[in-house]
């Protein structure tokens, strides 16, 4: 999703990196869930858990609450923006797209302003921040309530489908092909842990060292379910903007694809295209 690209420059660059070790933060996790939390406030570590969904809940716990006591969830929104403005204006150097960021804007604004909002946290959050007045930051804002939006979306179908987190990312490896150690790693879960989730999910009749009919039948679900909640944002926008909002960003997203594949590994040894639940 060209929207999702440009809204990743958020955490995984390294001036993201930079501006909250500048705050103090112990390590780029502590850093990405402040900055991601921030719009909620100064929140404990189960509400973002619960949140962000497919992270163990001792991996948040090891950044939350103590990011509160390096800089207040205001000072994170502004080192969030900080990160965010650095990293755009340095991945996107080159290419005029000056004119294309403010008609982006504006039309990344109004489907903003259609996403739902009803159950889904992280968008509200996100959306009820000012927005700012520089067009590359005004998109920014934009996508990323956009992104939000999805990502609570999808949340409720992975609890509709009653999967659990590490259940999730067992069925979300095994459909992308990715090792089970670098999601591990990525969300915190431990080896037995993740076991015990391929067990439960075999009892199921959904996994068996890799997904059964019934496994994959169930994550087309989810992916289906996902992209029909997240419509109305376009639907509002009609066929026309969002076909010129894709055309506007497709270069975008392709330099800033470029520049994340040049940079392979981000700062926090996560891999910055790819796409993880929650």
């Known amino acids: 999703m060209r929207f999702e690209t440009y809204h990743d420059v958020t955490y995984f660059s390294p001036e993201s990196r930079a501006v909250t070790d500048a705050l103090g933060c ?9 900055q991601r939390a921030a719009p909620l406030g100064a929140v404990p570590p189960e509400i973002v858990a619960a949140a962000f969904y497919s992270f163990h809940p001792r991996m948040v716990s090891r950044a939350l609450p103590d990011a509160w006591d390096v800089a207040s969830p205001a000072r994170f929104l502004d080192a969030r ?6 990293a755009l204006r340095r991945m996107l150097d080159g290419p005029d797209f000056g004119e294309a960021f403010a008609e982006a804007a504006e039309l990344a604004g109004q489907a903003a302003e259609a996403a739902p909002l009803p159950g889904r ?19 920014w804002q934009a996508c990323t309530t956009l992104r939000e939006s999805r990502g609570d979306g999808h949340i409720a179908a992975l609890v509709a489908a009653d999967l659990s987190p590490c259940e999730t990312l067992v ?8 090792e089970p150690a670098y999601l591990r790693a990525a969300r915190g879960w431990s080896e037995e842990e993740w076991r015990g989730a391929e067990a439960t999910l075999a009892e199921r009749g959904l996994f068996d060292d890799g997904l059964t009919p019934a496994g994959r ?5 989810v992916e289906r379910r996902t992209d029909e909640a997240a419509t109305r944002p376009w639907e509002v926008l ?9 055309d506007l960003m497709t270069p975008i997203a392709r330099r800033l694809g470029h520049a994340n594949e040049a940079m392979r590994i981000n700062p926090m040894g996560i891999d910055p295209v790819a796409q993880l639940p929650g």
């Open 81 to 86: 923006l900080e990160g965010v403005d650095r």
């Open 26 to 34: 112990k390590g780029g996790w502590m850093g990405y869930f402040a």
């Open 121 to 139: 946290v992280l968008a509200a959050a996100n959306r009820a921040l000012p927005v700012p007045d520089e067009p590359h930051l005004a998109l």
């Open 238 to 246: 009609g066929e026309e903007g969002t076909a010129r909002f894709v």
């Open 217 to 221: 039948e169930l994550r087309e679900d």
């Open 171 to 178: 069925l979300f490896s095994a459909d992308k092909g990715l």
